[in-house]
């Protein structure tokens, strides 16, 4: 019998896999069940083609959610262009159920999306540059062309899907609590605090590392936070810097 007591959905950000969060659901309650979405493309579909279509890419995200649904209350994570995923998820009714927690980590105002919605029509040169800037990449990559093209591709291709979205004032909000988690430095993260006004259920913020990808150097604090909130009895401690 399955000692489970709740699903945690990850979505990764441009570029990443079901590899993303591996250090971050090492650290997760046995309680919780962590499943990595998998985009088309990549590690266990890396037969499949990209998807680039906005609306295609958000559909296969659904689905491969739904397929792995168990009859357990669940909550979705997503992280940069995964915290897009998640909200549009949510608020459109596409996943089975009711989540039980939202937890949105490193992006900011949907309704000014910013500059990084063009980077994909940038030159190698300078997309690469912009995603550099943004902090997570490992220098043995940068250092290897051939390692550096296989890296980037998945990345361009994902930016091509967020270059679609359009936020689309519907007064839909998120009907659960929800945990922002954000760094004050990132570029992608301005506007955190907008957030408010799309959820409808209680909401916190946890300022968190130095660059967009504090998810590399901070995954014990984002387990700890979501052990926190996901599973009551293990406590209410403050984790990060909790506005």
């Given at each position: 019998?399955?000692?489970?007591?709740?699903?945690?959905?990850?979505?990764p950000?441009?570029?990443?896999?079901?590899?993303?969060f591996h250090?971050?659901?090492?650290l997760l309650?046995?309680?919780i069940?962590?499943v990595?979405?998998?985009?088309a493309?990549r590690?266990?579909?890396r037969?499949e083609?990209?998807?680039?279509?906005?609306?295609?890419?958000?559909?296969?995200?659904?689905?491969?959610?739904?397929?792995?649904?168990?009859?357990?209350?669940?909550?979705?994570?997503?992280y940069s262009l995964?915290?897009?995923?998640?909200?549009?998820?949510?608020?459109?009714?596409?996943?089975?159920?009711?989540?039980?927690?939202c937890?949105?980590?490193?992006?900011?105002?949907?309704?000014?999306?910013?500059?990084?919605?063009?980077?994909h029509?940038l030159?190698?040169?300078?997309f690469?540059?912009?995603?550099?800037?943004?902090g997570?990449?490992d220098?043995?990559?940068?250092?290897d062309?051939r390692?550096?093209?296989?890296?980037?591709?998945?990345?361009?291709?994902d930016?091509?899907?967020?270059?679609?979205y359009?936020?689309?004032?519907?007064g839909?909000?998120?009907p659960?609590g929800t945990?922002?988690?954000?760094?004050?430095?990132?570029p992608l993260?301005?506007?955190?605090?907008?957030?408010r006004?799309?959820?409808?259920?209680?909401?916190d913020?946890?300022?968190?590392?130095?660059?967009?990808?504090?998810?590399?150097?901070?995954y014990?604090?984002?387990?700890?936070?979501?052990?926190?909130?996901?599973l009551?009895d293990?406590?209410?401690r403050?984790?990060?810097t909790?506005?």
């Open positions: 019998m399955s000692d489970k007591k709740i699903q945690l959905f990850l979505l950000f441009a570029g990443g896999n079901s590899l993303s250090h971050l659901t090492e309650d046995d309680g069940e962590a990595c979405v998998e985009y493309g590690v266990s579909r037969r083609a990209y998807i680039t279509e906005y609306k295609k890419f958000l559909k296969d995200a659904a689905e491969y959610i739904n397929v792995r649904r168990r009859e357990l209350p669940f909550a979705v994570l997503g995964g915290s897009v995923l998640a909200f549009e998820l949510i608020v459109k009714e596409m996943l089975e159920g009711k989540p039980e927690h937890f949105l980590c490193a992006r900011g105002d949907l309704k000014n999306a910013g500059i990084s919605q063009r980077y029509e030159s190698d040169e300078e690469t540059q912009r995603v550099v800037s943004l997570g990449m220098e043995r990559i940068l250092k062309k390692f550096l093209d296989i890296y980037m591709e998945p990345v361009r291709m930016y091509k899907v967020w270059s679609q359009r936020y689309i004032e519907s839909c909000r998120i659960c945990t922002v988690m954000y760094s004050p430095k990132d993260s301005a506007g955190a605090g907008e957030w006004k799309l959820v409808g259920g209680s909401i913020f946890y300022e968190l590392g130095k660059n967009h990808f504090f998810l590399n150097q901070h014990k604090e984002m387990a700890d936070i979501i052990n926190s909130h996901l009551k293990t406590g209410s403050s984790y990060g909790k506005l």
